[in-house]
């Protein structure tokens, strides 16, 4: 009988046992644009590389597309970056704060992202129909095309700031408890 033996026993007993946490993952879209933007431009890049450095003749366009793929990739980032609310900001300020005014630079600083971020939306509409003359260097499409992805992002980072400042109105700027401190040192 195998459970008379203790000796049978500590083999089966673990000294470490983890259990891992509940995950949920979240489908956003913005994620999945950035996510396929990136390995196009990735794909385009391994072609640039191999078309120089294996068959002896560099590809033209790969260059331009891979820095304007690197462009969309950044403005879409810059949505996902605010909906995450991982933006760079100096937290020595708030820390020393009372809860009142705490709350009041909560709301100045939502205030000033989100009139930021709509002048970028708008600037970005303004340059991409200015651009609709100018034309690629390598490929002949019109540079409004580029621009418009720029555009695109600077919209969904409107839309994510929209999203962030009406949350934080209904916390009434008050800590979001929810939220994932990150620890750098």
């Known amino acids: 009988m195998r459970g008379s033996d203790p000796k ?3 083999a089966d007993a673990h000294l470490i046992v983890v ?6 993952v979240e489908f956003h879209i913005d994620d999945a644009i950035a996510f396929g933007i990136f390995w196009a431009m990735a794909i385009v890049v ?6 120089r450095y294996v068959l002896n003749d560099s590809a033209a366009w790969t260059e331009e597309i891979a820095r304007y793929q690197l462009m969309w990739v950044t403005f ?7 909906r995450r609310k991982t933006n760079i ?9 009372s809860e009142g005014p705490q709350r009041l630079l ?20 303004t340059i991409t129909e200015r651009m ?15 621009y418009a992805g720029i555009a695109f992002g600077c919209f969904l980072m409107l839309w994510r700031a929209l999203q962030v400042f009406i949350a934080n109105a209904r916390r009434g700027w008050r800590a979001d408890p929810n939220a994932a401190t990150l620890i750098v040192d």
């Open 89 to 97: 900001g100096v937290e020595v300020m708030m820390q020393k704060l």
């Open 8 to 10: 049978d026993d500590l």
């Open 76 to 82: 879409i980032g810059g949505a996902i970056v605010v």
């Open 132 to 146: 609709g003359i100018q034309r690629m260097t390598v490929i002949d499409v019109s540079m409004s095309v580029v």
């Open 106 to 125: 909560r709301f100045v600083i939502d205030f000033i992202s989100l009139g930021f971020i709509a002048l970028l939306a708008y600037f970005s509409i």
């Open 46 to 51: 391994f072609i640039q590389f191999f078309s």
């Open 19 to 24: 259990e891992d946490e509940e995950t949920t």
